[in-house]
Nanobody, 114 residues
Framework: VQLQAYGGGLVQPGGSLRLSCKAF????????LGWYRQVPGKQRELVAR???????NYADSVKGRFTVSRDNAKNTIYLQMNSLEPGDTAVYFC?????????WGKGTQVTVSS
């Protein structure tokens, strides 16, 4: 199982970014996948999650600004991040569970700064 996340970068407050995560080695269509983020010294936190039926849930801090989606044909999930704030600065990780094991992508850095 491999999760490849990309799309991070430096953006000004109020800007937008889209993260992508491509999954290998799982039955993508039946899996729930999620985005987490982590800043130094803090626990990794859930940002958004999408189920196999495209039900979604979000952290309160990103509701109305972030949108998670999936493309089963491409084995890829996305995180559209709008109205970015400095507090969104973190390393973002893609996550899934397969055969009762947790799998994480390498992480992509998102920095929101003027």
């Amino acid at each position: 199982v491999q999760l490849q996340a990309y799309g991070g970068g430096l953006v000004q407050p109020g800007g937008s970014l889209r993260l992508s995560c491509k999954a290998f080695g799982i039955n993508f269509r039946i899996n729930t996948l999620g985005w987490y983020r982590q800043v130094p010294g803090k626990q990794r936190e859930l940002v958004a999650r999408i189920t196999s039926t495209s039900d979604t849930n979000y952290a309160d801090s990103v509701k109305g600004r972030f949108t998670v989606s999936r493309d089963n044909a491409k084995n890829t999930i996305y995180l559209q991040m709008n109205s970015l704030e400095p507090g969104d600065t973190a390393v973002y990780f893609c996550h899934t569970i397969w055969h009762e094991r947790n799998f994480w992508g390498k992480g992509t850095q998102v920095t929101v700064s003027s």
